[in-house]
């Protein structure tokens, strides 16, 4: 039965477009991974999502999606760990509630109109390891916290309006890539840039 399927991919479909089908919230309730980036879906997530109670994997980078970025969709899938909605015409913040999701591992909202600060919330996230939220419009100062993530692999928050000192992320030892540029840093260049043990890129 189509209702029975945990895996749909639709993607790099440049001629599929349309509205996101609600019918996926309403009927595909097993669904745990959902691929749709690169194709021509526009509008908002439908209301239905929060339906999918066991998507771990969700990308639908790519497309001409709008409207708010829907946090509450998002807040509502307790086992997601892939989060991909990058390269969109999303605009809002991001809610902090996505912090009390405890398996999430990747969160991808680069290229879009999203504003608002980082909420702290996402440095306590225990398994987050890839943070691409590059060319938006944050803005504030980049959350002390994120100095004991020991998860991360990357972060990439280059592009926006992020101001205040340059993130002290002594701690942070697992990070391989470090994009800062393109902000509004000021104050002097952190001595623990120099010192964290597995960092191959860094670009302020």
Not at 144 to 165: H, R, T, V
């Amino acid at each position: 039965l189509l209702t029975d399927i945990t895996y749909l991919d639709i993607s790099q479909n440049l001629q599929l477009g349309g509205v996101f089908p609600s019918c996926i919230g309403d009927s595909l309730l097993q669904l745990t991974i959902l691929y749709m980036y690169q194709t021509r879906l526009e509008g908002e997530l439908p209301p239905s999502m929060v339906n999918l109670k066991n998507i771990t994997d969700i990308d639908c980078e790519g497309n001409i999606m709008a409207g708010t970025l829907p946090n509450y969709i998002f807040c509502s899938w307790p086992n997601l760990m892939y989060l991909s909605m990058g390269v969109n015409h999303w605009t809002g913040t991001i809610d902090a509630c996505l912090g009390d999701l405890p398996f999430l591992s990747s969160i991808s909202l680069a290229d879009t109109r999203v504003t608002g600060q980082l909420p702290t919330s996402l440095a306590y996230l225990p398994f987050l390891e890839y943070l691409w939220l590059d060319n938006n419009e944050f803005t504030g100062t980049f959350p002390p916290e994120f100095a004991n993530a020991s998860a991360l692999l990357e972060i990439d928050i280059s592009g926006n309006a992020i101001s205040g000192p340059l993130p002290d992320l002594d701690n942070a030892v697992s990070l391989t890539r470090l994009m800062l540029k393109g902000n509004l840093f000021n104050g002097t260049i952190v001595e623990s840039l120099c010192t964290l043990p597995s960092l191959l890129t860094l670009n302020l």
